[in-house]
């Protein structure tokens, strides 16, 4: 565990203005200057990253995209580009979550571009999977797993690896209020954690952070964070107010 530093993300979604985001950039900044133990981001809406930055700027708190399209520029309008959110003040961008997969038709084989794209602007990818409640009942959660992992890694090298971080969000438990059991979370915790280690050696156990999302709140966390598999979370609903996406970053007070 000794280089898996705790990390808490927070995924704002298409929530706060750029004016409401500044408010709780500013918010959030005051609660948590003090935390150096746990490594910090938000994901604001494109429109408010660079008000946020400005704001977070030589803080504790780094800056996350929530997509991004994988060409460095041209006729794609309505896309960003890796460099563009690079300049933006972004150093982490989400890759894959089960919304952009439900609503905007993005498949495995474009989340694997999306990878390739963001580690080759040195953007550090936050790649979502996970089951829908369906495959869960169905006993099909790993087979899943191991599914999106193949077809969204591909042709990643152990060199990769460092600056990649999984966020294992089961569709069922986001913005619903259920959260999935720590026992569910550390089997797939574990789950990906083995496969990835099959695939690109050792350095998976000791710096691979694996993150669960899925309404993590300032009552679940502790518990979460007490797995041995489970090195931090992707925050969406309670990431939207100051202080309890702060009591989740604090989890160790
Ligand atoms: P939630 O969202 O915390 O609101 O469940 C998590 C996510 O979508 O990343």
């Not at 694996?210 to 925050?235: H, T």
Request: hydrophobic share 35%; with cysteine; net charge negative.
């Amino acid at each position: 565990m000794a280089d898996r530093k705790p990390f808490i993300a927070g995924n704002w979604k298409m929530y706060k203005t750029g004016p409401e985001a500044a408010e709780l950039a500013e918010e959030l900044k005051k609660l948590v200057c003090d935390v150096n133990g746990v490594d910090i981001m938000i994901a604001p809406p494109f429109t408010a990253l660079g008000t946020v930055y400005e704001i977070i700027k030589g803080s504790n708190i780094q800056l996350g995209g929530q997509n991004l399209f994988w060409k460095t520029e041209g006729a794609y309008t309505g896309e960003i580009s890796p460099s563009m959110l690079r300049s933006a003040g972004c150093s982490y961008v989400i890759i894959g979550h089960s919304e952009r997969r439900q609503h905007f038709g993005e498949t495995d084989e474009t989340i694997s571009k999306k990878i390739r794209a963001a580690l080759d602007a040195e953007l550090k990818p936050i790649l979502c999977i996970g089951e829908s409640l369906e495959e869960r009942e169905s006993n099909q959660t790993y087979s899943v797993l191991d599914n999106q992992l193949e077809r969204c890694l591909q042709g990643l090298t152990s060199d990769d690896i460092h600056n990649l971080t999984i966020a294992y969000e089961p569709v069922w438990a986001i913005g619903t209020g259920k959260t999935a059991t720590r026992d569910q979370v550390q089997g797939a915790h574990s789950h990906i954690r083995k496969r990835l280690k099959e695939k690109f050696g050792i350095l998976v156990e000791k710096s691979l952070r694996i993150l669960y999302g899925g309404s993590v709140k300032p009552e679940n966390i502790k518990g979460l964070m007490s797995m041995p598999d489970v090195d931090g979370a992707l925050v969406g609903g309670a990431s939207l107010k100051a202080e309890s996406f702060a009591g989740i970053i604090r989890f160790n007070d």
